[in-house]
């Protein structure tokens, strides 16, 4: 069983940045975010692989946001920049025990509790 802590939520500016911080209680593959915003369902947002030589992004947040990984420290991050109104959701990260990238929620057996991120206009 892994455990998995999202903390670098909070609440910004329109335009402003964050980094979310995954912290995972054992060995994963690979890593993925998704949020969920009110009354929505929850959406995919980035995944990388293993080793981190592969990411992928949701359109919504290609060219704004950047996941990363420390394999050393079972760790990964969320980098998000430019960030707007519509960003503001609860963020969760997930892993999975297969190397490849994941897309969907069905794709991930561990999850966090998430962490929430509020961007004001």
């Known amino acids: 069983q892994v455990q998995l802590v999202e903390s670098g939520g909070g609440l910004v500016q329109a335009g402003g940045s964050l980094r979310l911080t995954c912290t995972a209680s054992?060995?994963?593959?690979?890593m993925g975010w998704f949020r969920q915003a009110p009354r929505k369902e929850r959406e995919f947002v980035a995944t990388i692989d293993w080793n981190g030589v592969n990411t992928d992004y949701a359109d919504s947040v290609k060219g704004r946001f950047i996941i990363s990984r420390d394999n050393a420290e079972d760790t990964a991050f969320l980098e998000m920049n430019s960030l707007k109104p519509e960003d503001t959701a609860v963020y969760f990260c997930?892993?999975?025990?297969?190397?490849?990238?994941?897309?969907?929620?069905?794709?991930?057996?561990?999850w966090g509790q998430g962490t929430q991120v509020t961007v004001s206009s």
């Open positions: 054992g060995r994963t593959f690979s």
């Open positions: 997930a892993a999975r025990l297969e190397a490849g990238l994941g897309y969907q929620t069905k794709d991930y057996l561990y």
